[in-house]
């Protein structure tokens, strides 16, 4: 394992700058030896001439090219030995079990897109063929599909060292798609990140991808450079609410704005019923403990507030849950910066007229401890939505409301989630369907008897919803669909056969399901101009 | 004919405001009698209230009803007669023939996305059934599916007063997503809005829609509180540069940013190739000097700049081009403001030194005088980029370039554009892969041997392209794909059959072709859940 602490750019190794970042232990605030430099001015815009240089090339490969690149990434993720699981766990305080899963999860992602490309319907091929006898004017051939939208600047989590951070998500679907990447790394994994970024420049020269089409720079104030670089034409972030919202302003102020992707803040709430409550009231509380526990409670879709209408039910349920939360414990969260901030939201909560804290996780100075709250129900129509500012970290805030109506009163007004959760039986939901149809409208994914940790990379999965859990409602960061942001559509109009790209051929070499006149087929078109 | 000149709120009238606009004949500057009333505050918001209101029945209606919704209002408009044509040729001074194709492309869009809605594709249904087995966590059944984003502003252009205006493809790819519309009325053509805003209304209550599924706004200055409405959720937008970029400002700044869809700004080159102009030099001028003055050259996809490489073919087309313009006439244009706007635009490139005029079509002071203009190379690559900013109204500019080099160095900076032109024959080509390359990086549509000008409204057309072309170049404003910027996804998880939309219920009950654990297909869902 041998760490440079240089950037990555167009294939090689760069390290201009004196600034230095280094690589802290989480448990121990212990640093490791090998400095971090952070990119130079002149880094960041060479990072970003590289995958400008490396697009046209990467995006005119077949998908099959692509699709063996990402196969070639999740090989070499996969063979980081424990070696490497020990480092992210120092760096990240996270337990190897789960970061072994979070790199099965990680390498598993890449392979679901190589799919995608091999499956093809990304393109999103349409072919309206020529109609010469038209009156009054004959229809010309126009062929569309869509292409990457260039060179995307990808923002790493912390809390994934490994799904969302430099092979993410966000680094898939975009590479998928024919993007060259820039990653701007987490200063907290720096080796992590390193060894990750190690293991795609191999899969970018064993696969004979361009120089230029992954690239990684270090830094805590080189974003705004990167996002504001006019070769960037799309930006992937997971992270704080202020972070994101920032990077979109300075897209939207550029001379050529461009979309901005980020996945940044929602409480996801659970709405618990009386008869769920009733026959499962033990294995929810327990549940949910874990649930809001779980990665020290530094999941995005972590429960930050639980729902239910005043009953005897609710009553003995929080009893319960109170249990439940007594029987967890403090632990480490993923840097010092975080505790910090989690613990300034517990005492932020903790002082709120109305709010008391009904169990705790034990005591501790140097680790998160968890936290149950229980509030009034005033607190949720009030104009500052206290309750309604995520806590990252292992707490969750329970509220009694007074009646149904009061509960569709706040769902109605209740700001856009990642996630809205109902623990309900069939006789719960009966007369609830309206309280679905606004969860519909709030959510990017609504669960019934589940917990919101725990999302499922799949072709159905949306990781999303509407402002602020995202900044952009239309997308997903999780699952296939994640792919749609970073293509654009474009038409070929009276192109002969041979000019076509692949996907839009008379004779479908690709083998794709395409839209041709309307009717999905996958059949080789019957072009009348060639007739 | 009844003309009230008020506001279009939840299904019925409004005229609070003082502030009056006039129809105007384009032709004669006559004021016609009827006072349109501008929307005062209180009147923005209630259409904003209204179309609020609307969206959770509007957007729970099956997709059967939107579709017959659709198809009334493309009766309505077939239905509006020969004097509703008149009056529309008096505001814009566009000729009947012309309106009356118009008037058909505008209802045959919206039957277009009725199609859509049965198709059913828009849906985008996936399906990832569960795997109660799966080591080392089981998965859990996840669906999703696509819902419209919520009520829609939408500013109509003046250019189309009926394809691209109150009835026209933004309005119409709204309404199919299921997303209430508040259309700001262009005060270039009052009355005709008005009328088509009628046509709507009659189907509205006809096929038994929600009131305000459909609002309308009139006024010069009601457009920037409209899109900072909170309830407004997405944009469409045909116009200026200015006038677009101003809105993406607004949006962009608000508490909950919103994506604006603006189609604004292209010069749409075509490129002049020697075995084309050697073979049908005399057609593409005479075809290129009627592109150029078509619709008096307000068209989005006017062509611009016309590009070829030094070559006596070149030469030689030039002589015959400027013979074409030498034929064409001044023409009224759709208002005095656009024809003022047209002679700053002449007079700037006139005066800018190394570009002449070669031919004019006619004099006029009240009317546009087609203009063909020459350039010197260098202009192409002067940092003002004098060459690139759009001049709305019946002029082009021809530049002569040094080789093919310079072509593709000047393709390469270029900005964005709706469209990009290959006049070429197969000899002509060879060797030019790159130089298509470029083009796909920069423009929308692609067109070979035809020219930009008439626009088909299909599925596999793009009407969109990078910046300035558009503000997003993921969408297109023109063809089906259109419907995709006003939807946005929602994934159930373990929803049992009965509570979830017929779109993803096992028994596949609209015949969707949908991705069911990764492989298309219409057959019913094998649902492990209920096995």
């Not at 979070?102 to 393109?123: C, H, I, P, W």
């Not at 070769?231 to 609410?241: D, E, K, N, R, Y």
């Not at 051929?505 to 101009?529: C, F, H, M």
């Amino acid at each position: 394992m041998t760490l440079l602490g240089h950037n990555y750019i167009g294939g090689g190794r760069s390290g201009e700058g004196d600034v230095k970042l280094l690589s802290i232990a989480a448990a121990t605030g212990e640093a490791h030896a090998v400095p971090f430099l952070t990119a130079t001015e002149a880094e960041v815009s060479a990072a970003v001439d590289a995958a400008s240089a490396a697009y046209p090339a990467y995006r005119a490969l077949p998908a099959e090219a692509r699709a063996k690149f990402l196969d070639a990434i999740a090989e070499e993720i996969d063979a980081l030995g424990d070696d490497f699981i020990a480092e992210v766990s120092r760096e990240t305080a996270l337990p190897a079990g789960r970061l072994q899963g979070e790199r099965s999860r990680t390498s598993n992602q890449m392979r679901l897109f190589a799919k995608v490309l091999r499956r093809g319907d990304f393109y999103g091929a349409r072919i309206d063929t020529a109609l010469p006898q038209r009156q009054p004017l004959p229809r010309p051939d126009l062929r569309q599909y869509r292409i990457g939208v260039g060179p995307v600047a990808v923002f790493g989590a912390s809390n994934f060292p490994l799904a969302f951070s430099v092979a993410g998500g966000d680094t898939a679907a975009a590479l998928a798609a024919g993007c060259p990447v820039v990653f701007k790394a987490h200063s907290g994994h720096l080796i992590t990140s390193e060894l990750v970024a190690d293991a795609i420049e191999r899969a970018v020269k064993k696969t004979g991808m361009p120089a230029g089409t992954f690239n990684m720079i270090y830094g805590d104030r080189v974003g705004a450079q990167l996002v504001k670089s006019a070769g960037i034409q799309a930006v992937g972030f997971t992270g704080s609410l202020r972070g994101g919202r920032a990077l979109c302003d300075m897209a939207a102020a550029r001379p050529q704005p461009i979309p901005v992707f980020a996945e940044m803040s929602s409480i996801n709430p659970i709405i618990l019923m009386p008869e769920a409550l009733k026959l499962r009231g033990d294995a929810i509380a327990k549940d949910l403990a874990g649930s809001v526990t779980v990665g020290v409670g530094q999941l995005c879709t972590s429960p930050g507030l639980l729902l239910g209408v005043r009953s005897p039910e609710l009553t003995s349920f929080i009893e319960k849950l109170s249990a439940a939360f007594g029987g967890t414990n403090p632990a480490t969260m993923l840097n010092s910066g975080g505790l910090t901030h989690y613990n300034g939201g517990v005492a932020r909560l903790t002082q709120l007229p109305g709010v008391k804290v009904i169990a705790t996780g034990g005591t501790s100075y140097t680790q998160a401890v968890p936290h149950l709250f229980k509030a009034d129900a005033a607190l949720l129509f009030s104009k500052e939505a206290p309750l309604e500012e995520e806590v990252f970290g292992p707490s969750t805030v329970i509220v009694e409301l007074e009646s149904r109506e009061q509960l569709l009163d706040f769902a109605a007004k209740m700001n856009g989630q990642l996630t809205a959760t109902l623990q309900a039986e069939i006789g719960d939901l009966q007369g609830n369907q309206d309280l679905i149809a606004i969860l519909e409208q709030k959510a990017g994914r609504l669960l019934l008897n589940g917990f919101p940790t725990g999302v499922e990379v799949s072709d159905a999965m949306v990781h999303g919803g509407p402002y602020p859990a995202t900044s952009d409602a239309r997308g997903t960061s999780v699952g296939t669909l994640a792919i749609d942001r970073f293509l654009r559509p474009i038409c070929y109009q009276n192109y002969p056969d041979e000019l076509l790209p692949a996907a839009l051929q008379n004779s479908n070499p690709l083998g794709l399901l395409r839209l041709v006149d309307g009717e999905p087929t996958k059949a080789v078109v019957n072009d009348p101009r060639t007739a």
